[in-house]
């Protein structure tokens, strides 16, 4: 049973240039969420795609957008980068609503570094 | 907004020694609290996860509690090894996630 996939590993861009991340969830989860890891900190929430539309968005920039496509597999897209966006990006997946005994898988990241 | 604050943001021990993570949250309406592994550059492992009506998890040397009236959460882990070397983040959900930043645990053979 796979886990949760991300692709590519890393990825270097420079400044005002556009990334596209993806992921693919655990079998049998539905949920993917993104979220965004700067150095020495916890991950920050970044969306949750669900039955492929946006549910739930983090406190960032319009920059940032996202797509779940059919099969529960997701993209996060950032454009017009900057240096600050450089950080691991780690997709989680979940299965449907939230509850009390739900946990989210994650994904081993992207880094990705802007130059 | 949910704040969630973990203490110490490092800590370094002698192997064998029992030691305690701290997690403090400041909203308690909360589905569950979850702690995670992270090793450097790696993603997150799930290692406990105490649903909003329990008071503690327990998986092999791991012990996690509880106390949502508090808003806060400990991990006991007990008898460390140099392999439990490794950064700490405890989580709350509410519809989303919100992370601490993390207690670095190094254990010293």
């Known amino acids: 049973d796979a886990g949760v996939t991300q692709s590519p590993t890393h990825l270097i861009k420079t400044r005002g240039q556009q990334v596209t991340l993806r992921c693919s969830p655990k079998?049998?989860?539905?949920?993917v969420s993104w979220y965004q890891q700067a150095l020495g900190q916890g991950p920050q929430f970044i969306f949750q795609?669900?039955?492929?539309?946006?549910?739930q968005r983090g406190n960032f920039p319009d920059r940032f957008s996202g797509h779940q496509f059919p099969n529960y597999s997701s993209e996060l897209n950032v454009n017009a980068l900057l240096l600050g966006d450089s950080a691991l990006y780690l997709c989680?997946?979940?299965?449907?609503?939230?509850?009390?005994?739900?946990?989210?898988?994650f994904g081993p990241g992207t880094r990705l570094t802007v130059l | 907004k949910q704040e969630v604050t973990q203490i110490p943001a490092a800590l370094s021990v002698p192997e064998g020694e029992n030691l305690v993570l701290n997690c403090s949250f400041t909203?308690?309406?909360?589905?569950?609290l979850q702690w995670f592994r992270q090793d450097p550059g790696k993603g997150l492992t799930s290692l406990l996860l105490i649903q909003s009506s329990q008071r503690e998890q327990t998986s092999g040397r791991l012990n996690a509690s509880l106390d949502k009236s508090s808003g806060r959460s400990t991990l006991y882990i007990a008898a460390s090894q140099p392999g439990d070397s490794a950064t700490y983040l405890c989580a709350v959900r509410l519809h989303q996630f919100y992370f601490g930043t993390g207690t670095s645990l190094t254990v010293i053979p």
């Open positions: 079998s049998g989860h539905d949920t």
């Open positions: 989680a997946s979940s299965l449907g609503a939230v509850r009390d005994t739900d946990t989210q898988y």
């Open positions: 795609y669900y039955e492929e539309e946006e549910r």
């Open positions: 909203d308690s309406a909360i589905y569950n």
